[in-house]
């Protein structure tokens, strides 16, 4: 087989394994969602033999899982993975012993694991035991996915998506009215898939009080998929009759306001079940990057910020947004409309394009920072 035609084979795959992984992105905090295929010839042609994805709540690791599924055809196989496999003894043996004990002759890897316990060390225990290595194949493919992850592992912090519906115009809503449609079914449809690959849905308190906001998914498929509720609520006046405070016991409603916030609407608010954030705040906001620590402390690696203007504009000020997604409508909404904070002609600077799509009669874009 020429060079070429084996870098194709090995990309196809390794697409074939982060497409794997992805149906568990946001299932598997704090542990990233990866892919692994078992590849072997069998003489007419390469066949997956095992498949495996980080399991839900993070462990077992996709090596695993896809050596189970291979068990004895493993031997002389290829195995794709999304991640350097791990190399430390954690609550699971190292992947990439396993690796070597099961047989496998080749491993192709997508991106490197950051995490000092596996840095370089997955792919040196391979490399040790004989077996051929080749590292970094659609490298940037891996680091979109695994934003996440890396946002943690690097930053300390949450990957930020942040959100927005705009309209022709370029307005994210009207004055004085609370949810309007800006886009149409299929991509609102988008966002709920979205929203079940985070850990949160993030927003201003504006928007709690102007839309009365669920912000749950709701999609057939995607049940039980619903990430925590945040709200950034300085002065804690998010109403105990509102729709997300009223859902606080079946999905976790996080609050982060200061402390000169309504006592008595909060001893309420947690009596509803709604949670406060021990938040930090300067000049008399939320304090966003200590917010964002003490979120990924508490494990969550990916959140999305939907609303409102003032808050969207509060993360892009401060540097702490890292991937923009922007969907936008056909129709426009006038002089009485609310600008977005952002636009596709303006993108501050560092990030770059990765997705573009249209979803019924709305586009789509989607921009990453890189770490
Ligand atoms: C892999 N395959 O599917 C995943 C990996 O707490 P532990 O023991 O589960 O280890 C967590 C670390 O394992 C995490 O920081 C990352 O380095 C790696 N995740 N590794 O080989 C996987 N999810
Ligand atoms: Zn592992």
Not at 266 to 284: I, M, N, Q, S
Request: some cysteine; overall charge neutral; charged content about 25%.
């Amino acid at each position: 087989m020429s060079a070429s035609e084996q870098d194709r084979i090995d990309q196809r795959y390794i697409a074939a394994a982060l497409r794997l992984s992805r149906k568990h992105l946001g299932l598997t905090s704090t542990n990233p969602a990866v892919g692994t295929l078992i590849v072997r010839d069998s003489g007419s042609g390469p066949v997956i033999v095992g498949r495996g994805v980080t399991a839900i709540g993070g462990r077992p690791h996709a090596e695993a899982e896809a050596l189970a599924e291979a068990g004895d055809l493993a031997r002389g196989a290829t195995a794709y993975v999304t991640l350097e496999p791990c190399a430390h003894h954690g609550r699971t043996p190292p992947c990439a012993n396993a690796l070597v004990n099961a047989g496998i002759t080749r491993v192709v890897g997508a991106a490197s694991d950051p995490d000092p316990r596996v840095s370089g060390k997955g792919y040196a225990i391979l490399r040790g035991a004989g077996i051929e290595v080749k590292e970094a194949v659609l490298a940037r493919e891996a680091a979109d996915q695994l934003a996440g992850y890396m946002n943690r592992s690097v930053r300390k912090r949450p990957e930020v998506i942040l959100k927005l519906a705009l309209s022709a115009d370029g307005m994210i809503g009207r004055r004085g009215q609370g949810q309007i449609e800006i886009t149409g079914q299929v991509a609102r449809r988008q966002v709920h898939v979205m929203r079940a690959e985070t850990d949160a849905i993030l927003v201003g308190i504006g928007t709690a009080l102007a839309d009365d906001p669920e912000l749950t998914v709701r999609l057939p498929g995607f049940r039980n998929r619903s990430p925590a509720r945040i709200v950034l609520d300085r002065l804690t006046r998010l109403p105990a009759t509102s729709k997300l405070a009223r859902s606080a016991h079946d999905v976790p409603v996080l609050v982060a306001a200061c402390p000169e916030g309504d006592p008595s609407n909060r001893a309420e608010l947690e009596r509803a079940g709604v949670k406060f954030l021990a938040t930090e705040t300067y000049d008399g906001r939320v304090a966003l990057p200590e917010l964002l620590e003490d979120l990924a402390n508490q494990g969550m690696s990916r959140i999305i910020v939907e609303g409102g203007a003032d808050t969207a504009r509060a993360f892009l000020d401060e540097g702490l947004v890292d991937r923009i997604a922007l969907f936008s409508g056909p129709e426009a909404i006038g002089p009485d409309g609310i600008a977005a904070p952002i636009g596709r002609d303006h993108i501050p600077a560092g990030f770059s394009l990765v997705r573009e799509a249209r979803f019924g009669e709305d586009t789509f874009a989607e921009w990453i920072r890189e770490i």
